[in-house]
């Protein structure tokens, strides 16, 4: 059998606005096309894409949202939180300011989302850990200890830890559900 899955991909950057170039998109069309842009184009409204996933023994169709997080599309961001069962929390370990407007996110799910929301901390860009990296690993780990997040550390561009943080995601949420 199918069952419905809804995930969103999430980041905040200093103005709060969402959209401030962590790989979102980039984690997107790599998990759901197995593609990657080198100067994609900021998102405009809302991207979502679709993937069958097998868990154990069923298929679970997740629909993967991904949003530019503007004030003038809150409407939507409202509804879409409310049907979400899993978020992808992105930061860029590059840029230490989008990891540490995280906990501004954090509030913002907490406030919206339901309750048994699956959240992966995720640090994109890991293939520039050893020439530009901001955010020491140790960060990401502990906040996500404190928050009881997962982690992982991923690369968008060299398809790195890609499958693994949807799949651990999504085996989270099919325990939940199931
Ligand atoms: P978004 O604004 O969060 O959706 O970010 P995008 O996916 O549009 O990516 C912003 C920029 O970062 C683009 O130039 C991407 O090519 C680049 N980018 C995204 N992921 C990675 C990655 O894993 N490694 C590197 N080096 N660049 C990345
Ligand atoms: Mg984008």
Redesign the pocket.
């Known amino acids: 059998s199918v069952q419905d899955c809804t995930i969103m ?1 999430k ?1 905040v950057d200093a103005d709060g606005d ?13 998990f759901s096309r197995n593609q ?8 405009i409204g809302v991207e979502f894409a679709y993937r069958n996933i097998r868990v154990g023994d069923k298929l679970i169709k997740a629909q993967i949202w ?1 949003t ?1 997080g503007q004030e003038r599309f809150r409407a939507i961001t409202s509804s879409y939180y409310r049907g979400a069962l899993g978020a992808l929390l ?1 930061y ?1 370990i ?1 840029r230490r300011v989008t990891f540490e407007n995280l906990k501004r996110w954090l509030h913002e799910l907490r406030e919206y989302g339901s309750s048994d929301m699956v959240i992966v901390l995720v640090g ?5 850990a050893n020439s530009t990296r901001e955010v020491n690993i140790e960060d990401g780990q502990s906040l996500a200890q404190l928050e009881g997040l997962s982690f992982l550390e ?5 398809n ?1 830890n890609v499958e693994e943080a949807f799949q651990s995601m999504i085996t989270k949420i099919h325990e939940i559900m199931s």
């Open positions: 991909i980041s969402g959209d401030s170039a962590v790989g979102k998109s980039n984690l997107l069309s790599r990657f842009q080198l100067d994609s184009k900021p998102t991904d530019a992105v860029d590059t994109n860009k890991s293939d520039l991923t690369s968008a561009m060299e790195l």
